[in-house]
């Protein structure tokens, strides 16, 4: 399974952007894809993830009501919507298959994308 995230970019506070998360080299179906973010000099943290099949979600209480995840199975791509855009949202995104369940912890994810840069100033 190869991932590749794209759509990150420079973007001022209130804003939003899409990132992209296209999956090749393997038929999603039955996959958990997530996206994390890592800030200079933190921890790479859980952002969402989305069941392939069910389209079932969950987010960090920190972008709740902001950012969408969503899935579009036909493109074998995974997209996450980031409205009101916070320049604590200034990270790099990731994003991350896990081949048998769901989970918001990095370590059991298996394949992973090269990263995007988004940064929001204020």
């Known amino acids: 399974v190869q991932l590749q995230a794209f759509g990150g970019g420079l973007v001022q506070a209130g804003g939003s952007l899409r990132l992209s998360c296209a999956a090749s080299g393997r038929t999603f179906s039955g996959y958990c894809l997530g996206w994390f973010r890592q800030a200079p000099g933190k921890e790479r943290d859980f952002v969402a993830y989305?069941?392939?099949?069910?389209?079932?979600?969950v987010y960090v209480d920190s972008v709740k009501g902001r950012f969408t995840i969503s899935r579009d199975n036909a493109k074998n791509t995974v997209y996450l919507q980031m409205n009101s855009l916070k320049p604590e949202d200034t990270a790099v995104y990731y994003c991350?298959?896990?081949?048998?369940?769901?989970?918001?912890?990095?370590?059991?994810?298996?394949?992973w994308g090269q990263g995007t840069l988004v940064t929001v100033s204020s």
């Open positions: 991350a298959a896990n081949l048998n369940y769901c989970t918001t912890d990095s370590q059991e994810y298996d394949y």
């Open positions: 989305i069941t392939w099949r069910g389209g079932n979600t």
